[in-house]
């Protein structure tokens, strides 16, 4: 599976966004999705996960209350919500493809898109 992530840019603190990442290959249905996240100098985390049809999600607890993860399996696409954005959440943005786990933050991803940039100004 191929993984385009969009959506990223400049926004004030306080702010929203909101990532989107387009699957293209094998049957988008057959994988649970994720978002992580990395930051300069910082070691890539995980931000949210999402199971293979949608009804189980998982957030860092960082992120919990303000990031929200949803798919549409007839586009193929997971998108995340991101709202009230801190200077903290300035990262490159990841999505990415767990064909055998359940999205959740310890399953081994498989897929990586190539990034979104997010940037929060104070």
């Known amino acids: 599976v191929q993984l385009q992530a969009s959506g990223g840019g400049l926004v004030q603190a306080g702010g929203s966004l909101r990532l989107s990442c387009a699957a293209s290959?094998?049957?988008?249905?057959?994988?649970?999705m994720g978002w992580f996240r990395q930051a300069p100098g910082k070691e890539r985390e995980f931000v949210a996960g999402?199971?293979?049809?949608?009804?189980?999600?998982y957030y860092a607890d960082s992120v919990k209350g303000r990031f929200t993860i949803s798919r549409d399996n007839t586009k193929n696409t997971v998108s995340l919500q991101i709202d009230s954005l801190k200077p903290e959440d300035t990262a490159v943005y990841y999505c990415?493809?767990?064909?055998?786990?359940?999205?959740?933050?310890?399953?081994?991803?498989?897929?990586w898109g190539q990034g979104t940039q997010v940037t929060v100004s104070s």
């Open positions: 290959g094998r049957a988008f249905s057959y994988y649970a």
């Open positions: 990415a493809a767990d064909l055998l786990g359940n999205g959740d933050p310890l399953s081994k991803y498989d897929y």
């Open positions: 999402i199971s293979r049809g949608g009804g189980r999600t």
